[in-house]
């Protein structure tokens, strides 16, 4: 199969698969879970109470990173409200909600999946559901692990600086380390909805993928893009008011879904080749 028709079997699966409209679904999602599971990794991280403030704040540094600026003042701002509202079980109540809220974008997940591979959905709504709950549950735990890494990571690392006298290029390791995690979630994250999702009768597990790779890339390219953009050409407060950031946020969850949705479609079309090649 060569590069022309691929790219045309991989558009005409997007386009059987909606996966533009789907991503608007998983871009919901996103936005109904992203609250609690801060609140529940602020809450977790609060535990450490001899330097609450010092992780909160790396928390908060990262999100930085990774946002654009007017969406990351307003999950910060969203964030501190909560805290400041919620009374006790925070920790319980962010860990359900963040599951109830990622459990409906993953099971839409998996229907695009089933679309893009072109399987038919045997598993009953229940199996599917608990599947969708036990995977939002595995990569959550995964994120919250990334998570304590990080912060705990760049903490001890500006003690190290600021106490002991270390070389403040510790610090640029260190994040450095961090990038890699990131990329190592997101690939391990992508194969376990990539293994699971499609309703297949056999499974094969691969580290890294065609489209595991593309989403990745995608999801780069787009946050750094929307960065720019918002930095140098657009304003969404001017153009949508005090909604600005919140239609800004939605925006990056958006290219978010559509990033992974695209990856699976890549890896359906390459595994309707491989099992039409292996085919009588």
Known sequence: MGLREFLIRVWDAADKSDVANRASELAFS???????????????????????????????????????????????????????????????????????????????????????????????????????????????????????????????????????????VLLTLWRSVEWLLAVVFLFITLQLIEYYGPDRDQRRWHWISTGTLVSVALWLAASGGLRLYVQYFGNFTRTYGSLGAAILLLLWFYMVGLSALIGGVINGVIWKASEGAAGP
């Open 30 to 168: 996103f936005l109904l879970a992203v609250f609690p599971f801060l609140l529940f990794a602020v809450t977790l991280l609060g535990l450490f109470a001899s330097a609450q403030e010092a992780l909160r704040a790396n928390l908060l540094r990262e999100m930085a990173r990774a946002l654009p600026p007017e969406a990351f003042h307003l999950l910060a701002g969203t964030l501190d409200e909560i805290i400041h509202n919620s009374g006790g079980g925070k920790l319980t109540l962010g860990f359900l909600l963040t599951l109830i809220s990622g459990s409906g974008g993953m099971a839409q997940m998996i229907t695009t999946l089933n679309a893009a591979y072109e399987l038919r959905e045997r598993r009953s709504w229940l199996r599917v559901r608990l599947l969708a709950l036990l995977l939002t549950s595995l990569i959550s735990l995964m994120l919250v692990t990334v998570l304590v890494i990080g912060v705990g990571g760049a903490h001890l690392a500006n003690v190290a600086i600021t106490r002991w006298g270390a070389s403040k």
